[in-house]
């Protein structure tokens, strides 16, 4: 069962910044927020994670709220390669069971359009 | 998708063959996870393997499927007497041991299974 809630589909412009919004109001405490992407026919591939604080990398930003119950992953100059299903994954870390079973429900379409 | 390798990419077999999947993980990597994906579904955890034991496979049906991770060479998920039911995508992913990104999960390319 998907502990978090997010858009069916969603359309963005080329080059313009995606804003993919998750609920996870049943977060606790030692739960991390993932975000994975799979583009059509291939593996999911990672794309960030964080606990609480604002993360950055090479691909995308984590903006999660203060008081953890949502955040927004943020693709900040998209491509037509970035179509794609987004998928918002909320998981303990840490070697106690169920940490490593990640949840994927139904994700967000993202279509980026020319 | 961080080098895990998955083959066949596919594969089709009859009803009641064997299915065999291979899964490379990335190198390095000891933590091995396999997840299904059904037609217009999201992936669902099967099994999850570290070298030479099986540590969780609460998800993997009691019937006709098994998977293994030896000391040497690939993860390997059977599926014996497969049913059409089994036809789905079958994705692999590794994590490290330690390290920044200790359980990060690297997906491969998966194997799509078509059962006939």
């Known amino acids: 069962d998907a502990k978090t809630t997010q858009p069916p589909s969603m359309d963005c412009a080329e080059g313009r910044a995606a804003n993919l919004p998750c609920n996870h109001s049943?977060?606790?405490?030692?739960?991390?927020v993932y975000w994975y992407r799979q583009i059509h026919s291939q593996g999911p591939q990672y794309i960030i994670h964080?606990?609480?604080n604002n993360e950055t990398n090479e691909m995308a930003s984590l903006i999660i709220t203060e008081d953890r119950k949502s955040s927004t992953l943020i693709l900040p100059h998209a491509t037509l390669r970035d179509t794609a299903v987004y998928y918002c994954?909320?998981?303990?870390?840490?070697?106690?069971?169920?940490?490593?079973?990640?949840?994927f429900g139904k994700g967000t379409k993202l279509s980026v359009i020319p | 998708n961080a080098g895990v390798m998955q083959n066949p990419r596919h594969l089709v077999r009859r009803r009641g063959q064997e299915a065999r999947l291979r899964c490379s993980p990335v190198?390095?990597?000891?933590?091995v996870y396999w997840y299904r994906q059904l037609p217009e579904e999201g992936l669902k955890f099967m099994v999850y393997?570290?070298?030479?034991?099986?540590?969780?496979e609460s998800g993997m049906p009691k019937e006709r499927f098994s998977a293994e991770f030896p000391k040497e060479g690939p993860s390997i998920l059977r599926i014996q007497q497969v049913v059409r039911g089994d036809s789905a995508a079958y994705f692999c992913?590794?994590?490290?041991?330690?390290?920044?990104?200790?359980?990060?999960?690297?997906f491969g390319p998966g194997t799509r299974l078509l059962v006939l």
């Open positions: 992913a590794s994590s490290p041991v330690a390290g920044v990104k200790q359980e990060t999960q690297y």
């Open positions: 049943t977060i606790s405490g030692n739960e991390y």
């Open positions: 964080g606990l609480k």
């Open positions: 994954i909320v998981n303990p870390r840490g070697s106690g069971a169920g940490s490593y079973q990640l949840t």
């Open positions: 190198k390095g990597h000891s933590h």
């Open positions: 393997l570290q070298k030479e034991n099986i540590i969780d």
